[in-house]
């Protein structure tokens, strides 16, 4: 079973923070140059090419960056190697086993250091209102805007069967439960504006419709981005702008 994408970004890390404090732990991979990483030739007749061969403890630490999302043979390479070059790359292995400790808020399923996190436990915000997201990410996004009080709820990942993430991977029924347990007057859909965040906001419409939950649910408004020009958009977002267009002026009485 595929497991979130917001849980697989956090696998390894353990891993990782014990490659690091390894390879760091030999101070001769500081001091040899990049040439001595490389090995005798081979003294067989017939083999006078030689090869490289990293150190075990630098080919793990390799191979722990590889395990990332986005990240190949040559990055993680080049990582590697800034680490055995930085003096404070010890900070990295530390970083790695505290972000290990980090747990899930057992309401709204963000990251966090407590149970129930800081933002469901903060009595300023309007428990009323539940905004939707797919990720950890989103809420930090939402939060640097300074426009939203209430409450969220991480999906932790979008609806995309064909990548392995289905319905019962995501927080659905957690977030019906705690509509169900009242109090809720909004429900915000904030899903990515692609066909996957789209798929995932429907499959929530429709677990809060068979609830028969009496709430509003509203979708961000999607349209034209500021400092944009038309000509330079697509399609889809020109024909999302049309249809939510806002009012300026009515026809006054005759």
Known sequence: MAAPAALRSLRGLNDLSEVVSGALGRESLHLRPFAAFRSRPHEQPGLARPRVAYPKPLERLIAAFERFPGIGRRTAERLAFHVL???EAGELAEAIRGASATRRCGQCH???ESDPCALCSDPARDPATILVVEEPRDVEAVERALAYRGRYHVLLGALNP???TEERHLTVRALVARVERGGVREVILATDPDS?????AQLVLGALDRARAQLTITRLAR???AGSA???LHRGVIEDALKGRVSLRQPGPA
């Open 110 to 112: 963000n990251v966090s």
């Open 85 to 87: 070059r930085d003096p």
């Open 196 to 200: 996957e965040g789209e798929a995932t």
């Open 162 to 164: 064909s990548m392995g």
């Open 223 to 225: 349209g034209v981005p």
């Open 230 to 232: 038309l000509e330079y």
